[in-house]
């Protein structure tokens, strides 16, 4: 089955640096990958899709990279702030047939500091 | 859209009892699943729904657990008898199209004394 790991150990930066959280699996290659973001108390919001036939997809201050070589994705926060403190959770899906489900890792948590 | 609803919020209940989490799920979405969080585990597929029908209950750990989808607006997850191994956070998701973006609902915290 597919393992995902991501660092259990928190991420502290200071703000305006760049938080790079990496998620790295197992076995099979994703057919896209997915990363949300977690607040205390609440449940998960998307935030990003990327295909495996993509290599980096970018939203606002956020971008996530994609090596399938490496069976690695990078999810990156650029100019970061105190208000991007939360756990993030990045998830595989095998294939894009209907049946196949998403799989989370355990996520790591972003403290962003003053 | 309010988004996915789920109650109670908090539930605290004794080893034994019967406990029914619910949900609301986004109107129009094909898709419903049911996770648990915990610490140790993250989060778990329980089981999902596509139009109503359930697809994949292989997460369901035991017996113990059942889930129906009645209609297209409303959804449970029901446990019994609780156990104390049961206690997790409980999230409800939908979604248009399997696998694209998922909806959490804010979760159901269960603890079983």
Known sequence: ?114 | DAGVIQSPRHEVTEMGQEVTLRCKPISGHDYLFWYRQTMMRGLELLIYFNNNVPIDDSGMPEDRFSAKMPNASFSTLKIQPSEPRDSAVYFCASSLVMNTEAFFGQGTRLTVV
């Open chain 1, 1 to 114: 089955s597919q393992k995902i790991e991501q660092n259990s150990e928190a991420l502290n930066i200071q703000e305006g640096k760049t938080a790079t959280l990496t998620c790295n699996y197992t076995n099979y290659s994703p057919a896209y990958l997915q990363w949300y973001r977690q607040d205390p108390g609440r449940g998960p919001v998307f935030l990003l899709l990327i295909r495996e036939n993509e290599k980096e997809k970018r939203k606002e201050r956020l971008k996530v990279t994609f090596d399938t070589t490496l069976k690695q994705s990078l999810f990156h926060i650029t100019a970061s702030q105190p208000a991007d403190s939360a756990t993030y959770l990045c998830a595989l899906v095998k294939d894009t047939g209907t049946a196949s489900k998403l799989t989370f890792g355990t996520g790591t948590r972003l403290q962003v500091t003053l």
